[in-house]
């Protein structure tokens, strides 16, 4: 209790040098993207802006780093260099991320199936909680993801060299970027980084936990005649090993597997207005390679165990206008999924199958006085038909005090890999079988908050219920002779709540604290699998030397136990995950104009831990004990 209560009165920033800068412009809204609101208030609009500046190696796992801001947020790691995002305890399909400006595509249902793009480009990452994007689609049951790209910079140029390199596991890379004003091409970056395996906190070498990755990005903008047009191009390698698990007794031990990704993105945006309304169109193309092979690469060719590529087309459209005293949106959506497998492929546990779904969306927005409404719908139509809705009411009682109450509803057909999936996935560790049967998952959402704002203080809280009809999960069986895991469905529910705080009672020093946790249950009252455990945090910065820019900050996460778990987890996890605590800490500098120096140290304390949802817990593995990382950035 005394470290809670330690945590609650000490601690964490949204990072100074966030801070000293220019606010953030938030950008995801319930029926539009891109719409930009110089408003980081998160009860308005339900929106946590995360930023990423802060950040000195931007490799895929620095996402891990961003968790700590939001409370709803945990970051499910395999071996430390890929992540899956979890919003209010639930991922995979559940979470959609927004990237480029539309909808990435990566099977989040694989075990490994994470982020696999470096953070080149991206100014800040938002999150909204719950069902409530009608234009990415309110399948999103859990919330959406959306990474903000930078935009160009009012004036002049900047060029930009950032090197890291650290202990156990630590990345070794390099960062380049150039970053300009004006039309046209107006930033470019490329990344390369390499992960070397990583020591957990009792000393032993975890096998397979090793990545590399290289990446490139373009972003552009430019007027042609009273059109304004944005494009994007990311191309991404990245291979990376599978953590090893460790034999049974009187088993012999097997070499960890590799995975091998190869994706490129594109994206293309055109705004212009037509009287009143204002017209924006988002275009997507997506296609990445996926391989799996049951050893590691180490140079030589071999087959792979499964293989596959995933391409994505995705098409949105919207009009606005001032209506009245409201907003008005209408839009449309459309996408394209198709999966062919590779001929060289050993085993194919999916089959070469397309998905596509088209949907109409309508929104209406009204702010008076005191009062904020703002209601919307979405028809769908394509592989699986469905609706869904959101009514929002939000009352300012005061200046400081402000409450808001939100119903929705959400429905999620099921996707490719939950339908066809037969086979055994080396990265999820598990012989899976799909249903092709499966119906529409539908969801009620209800959720409530409460927000407190004054000059060096603010807090928020929110509580929510969700209650699901034809809940998709994974249930083990062993009927067959040998363990496997269906998709099955059943009627659910998940609750919990999340609250924030914020103090700073002087501009050099910050304290935060934040808490979540969701409760996921079937209708018997077990307990749904693969939820995130409950986890609170505390953390603070202060400006040492304001001048030289000398900071230094303080984390601590707490992860509740995962006590109650589903039959699925009681055998793939062979048993409860238990409590455990994370203390980092940072320290900032200059060393002259445009160059300055990083050093942070991840889980200080060397604890011996696991994430629930990790695939090195799943294998009985732990995660990185005390990890020490020195950077070096150069500005010209």
């Known amino acids: 209790m005394y470290k809670f209560i330690f945590g609650l009165c000490a601690a964490l920033p ?53 968790s700590r801001q939001a409370p709803a947020l945990q970051l499910a790691s395999v071996g430390g260099h890929t992540v899956k995002p979890i919003l209010r305890g639930l991922g995979g399909y559940r979470v959609v991320t927004a990237y480029q400006g539309w909808r990435y595509d990566n099977m989040q249902g694989g075990a490994e199936h994470g982020l696999d793009f470096p953070l080149l480009g991206v100014d800040h990452v938002e999150v909204m909680l719950g069902p409530n994007s009608l234009s990415l689609g309110t399948d999103a049951m859990a919330g959406v993801l959306y990474f903000s790209d930078v935009r160009p910079r009012t004036s002049g140029r900047e060029q930009a060299l950032v090197l890291s390199g650290g202990t156990n596991g ?207 719908v979405r028809a769908e139509v394509g592989a699986f038909a469905g609706y869904a809705a959101l009514l929002r009411y939000a009352y ?56 407190f704002e004054a000059e060096r203080f603010d807090a928020q809280l929110t509580a929510f219920y969700q209650a699901y009809q034809d809940f998709i999960y994974l249930t083990p069986n062993d009927s067959s002779g040998s363990w496997r895991f269906y998709h099955v469905q059943g009627d659910a529910r998940v609750y919990g709540a999340e609250a924030r705080a914020h103090w700073h009672p002087s501009e050099r020093f910050h304290v935060h604290a934040q808490a979540a946790s969701s409760i996921g249950e079937d209708a018997m009252g077990n307990a749904l699998p693969f939820m995130a455990p409950g986890r609170w945090g505390a953390h603070f910065a202060y400006e040492l030397l304001p001048k030289q820019r000398l900071h230094a900050e303080i984390h601590y996460d707490r992860y509740l136990a995962k006590n ?27 060393i002259r104009e445009g160059a300055s120096w990083n050093v942070e140290v991840l889980n200080a304390t060397n604890t011996a831990f696991a994430h629930h949802l990790s695939l090195a817990r799943a294998y009985g593995l732990l995660e990185a004990g005390r990890q020490l990382r020195v950077s070096l950035r150069f500005a010209w």
């Open 396 to 451: 300012a009682w005061s200046k400081n005090v402000s409450a808001q109450a939100r119903i929705s509803r959400g429905t999620r057909g099921p996707q490719l890999e939950e339908r066809f999936a037969f086979g055994t996935h080396i990265g999820a560790g598990r012989f899976e079988v799909g249903d092709p049967n499966l119906r529409t998952e539908q969801l009620w959402n209800a959720d409530l908050g409460i927000n």
């Open 14 to 66: 949204l990072m100074l040098w966030g801070q000293r800068d220019t606010s953030m412009v938030i950008e995801l809204g319930e029926a539009s993207v891109e719409v930009q609101r110089d408003n980081p208030a998160a009860l308005s609009t339900q929106v946590w802006a995360i930023p990423v500046r802060t950040l000195a190696d931007q490799g895929p796992s620095a996402m891990l780093q961003l």
């Open 170 to 376: 630590m990345p070794l890379s390099g960062q380049y970027s150039l970053h300009r004003s004006g039309p046209g091409l107006y930033y470019v970056g490329a990344y390369g980084g390499f992960n070397p395996e990583y020591r957990d906190g009792n000393g032993d070498t975890v096998h397979g936990t090793y990545s590399q990755t290289l990446a490139i990005r373009a972003l552009g903008a430019w007027k042609l005649g009273q059109t304004q047009h944005r494009i994007k191009l990311t191309g991404v390698q990245r291979r990376f090993g599978l953590p090893e698990r460790e034999p049974l007794p009187g088993e012999e031990p097997e070499e960890h597997g590799d995975q091998l990704v190869q994706a490129g993105h594109f994206a293309w945006e055109a705004e212009r207005s037509l009287g009143p309304w204002k017209v924006r169109a988002v275009t997507g193309l997506q296609s990445s390679l996926r391989a799996e092979y049951d050893k590691a690469l180490d140079g030589e060719e071999r087959e792979p165990h499964i293989a596959f590529n995933l391409h994505t087309a995705s098409q949105t459209t919207t009009l606005d206008r001032l209506f009245g005293a409201g907003h008005l949106t209408f839009g449309a959506h459309q996408q394209l999924r198709a999966l062919r497998n590779d001929d060289h492929a050993e085993e194919e546990i999916y089959p070469n199958a397309e998905q596509f779904q088209s949907a109409l969306f309508a929104h209406y927005s009204y702010e008076k006085g005191r009062h904020t409404r703002s209601a919307g």
């Open 564 to 590: 109650r778990l589903s039959p699925t987890e009681l055998l793939f996890l062979d048993g409860a995950t238990p409590a455990y605590g994370l203390w980092s800490a940072s320290l900032t500098g200059r």
